[in-house]
C-alpha cells in the first residue's frame, strides 16, 4: 500500500513532441504528489507538486494531471526539449506529520533533436 | 547562496571499513533526510531526522547509522555491516514534514567497493 508504480520506464520522443510519464498509487491517505527531475550526477529537484482537491495544475510546459477515483497522476511535458532529457521520479506523501516521500522508480526521458 | 553540501562527491570503501558521508545545510531547514538510490530502484530512505538530536530509521537503515548534533548538519556512516554499499547517497532537508513541505536535495555522493 505504500507504494507508487511509476511508467514507463524509459521514453523516447522527438523535440516539440508530448512526454507523458504516469504513476498510481494504492493508499488512499496520500495527498501530496510531487514530481522530481534528475540529471545525471545531481541531485532531483522538485518539478512540480500537486494535491487531490484539484485534477490539474500547470506550469509553464510542465502539468499534473490527477485522477483521485483512479488513484493515478500523470505528468505532461509539452513542447518537448532535449534540455528536458533526464530522470523524473513521481512520489506520493501524506500529510499530518508523515515524514516519509514514497518514490516511483523513475522515469528516463530522452528528447531527440 | 542557500543550499546543501554533500561531500565528497566519490568515495571509496575497503572491506570492513566504516565511511562517513557529510550532509551540510544553509537553508536553515529543519528535517533532513538521507536516501539510497540504486539504478532502476528510484530512491529508498535510510534515515531521516526532524529536530536536533532526534532521529528515525527509515526504510533500509540496517547498516547505516547517523548523528544529528547540529541542525546543520547530518552526516551519514556507511558501516562494515552494510555488506552492499555501492549506491548513489542523497542527503536532503525540507522546513517541514514531507506532506507539507518540498524537500531540496544536494548533489550526492558516489560510493564505491575497492
Known amino acids: 500500500q505504500q507504494q507508487v508504480k511509476q511508467s514507463p520506464q524509459s521514453l523516447i520522443v522527438q523535440k516539440g513532441g508530448i512526454s507523458i510519464i504516469n504513476c498510481a498509487y494504492e493508499?488512499?491517505?496520500?495527498?501530496?504528489f510531487p514530481w522530481y527531475q534528475q540529471f545525471p550526477g545531481k541531485g532531483p529537484a522538485l518539478l512540480i507538486a500537486?494535491?487531490?482537491?484539484?485534477s490539474e495544475k500547470k506550469e509553464g510546459r510542465f502539468t499534473i494531471s490527477f485522477n483521485k477515483s483512479a488513484k493515478q497522476f500523470s505528468l505532461h511535458i509539452m513542447d518537448s526539449q532535449p534540455g528536458d532529457s533526464a530522470t523524473y521520479f513521481c512520489?506520493?506523501?501524506?500529510?499530518?506529520?508523515?515524514?516519509?516521500?514514497?518514490f516511483g522508480k523513475g522515469t528516463k526521458l530522452t528528447v531527440n533533436p | 547562496d542557500g543550499g546543501i553540501t554533500q561531500s565528497p562527491k566519490y568515495l571509496f570503501r575497503k572491506e570492513g571499513q566504516n565511511v562517513t558521508l557529510s550532509c551540510e545545510q544553509n537553508?536553515?531547514?529543519?528535517?533532513m533526510y538521507w536516501y539510497r538510490q540504486d539504478p532502476g530502484q528510484g530512491l529508498r530512505l535510510i534515515y531521516y531526522?526532524?529536530?536536533?538530536?532526534?532521529?528515525q530509521k527509515g526504510d533500509i537503515a540496517e547498516g547505516y547509522s547517523v548523528s544529528r548534533e547540529k541542525k546543520e548538519s547530518f552526516p551519514l556512516t556507511v558501516t562494515s555491516a552494510q555488506k552492499n554499499p555501492t549506491a548513489f547517497y542523497l542527503c536532503?532537508?525540507?522546513?517541514?514534514?514531507?506532506?507539507?513541505?518540498?524537500?531540496?536535495f544536494g548533489d550526492g555522493t558516489r560510493l564505491s567497493i575497492l
Open positions: 536532503a532537508s525540507s522546513m517541514g514534514p514531507a506532506g507539507e513541505r518540498p524537500q531540496h
Open positions: 493508499n488512499t491517505a496520500f495527498d501530496y
Open positions: 500537486i494535491r487531490p482537491d484539484v
Open positions: 512520489a506520493a506523501s501524506m500529510k499530518g506529520g508523515s515524514e516519509k516521500l514514497v
Open positions: 537553508l536553515n531547514h529543519d528535517a
Open positions: 531526522s526532524q529536530i536536533v538530536n532526534d532521529f
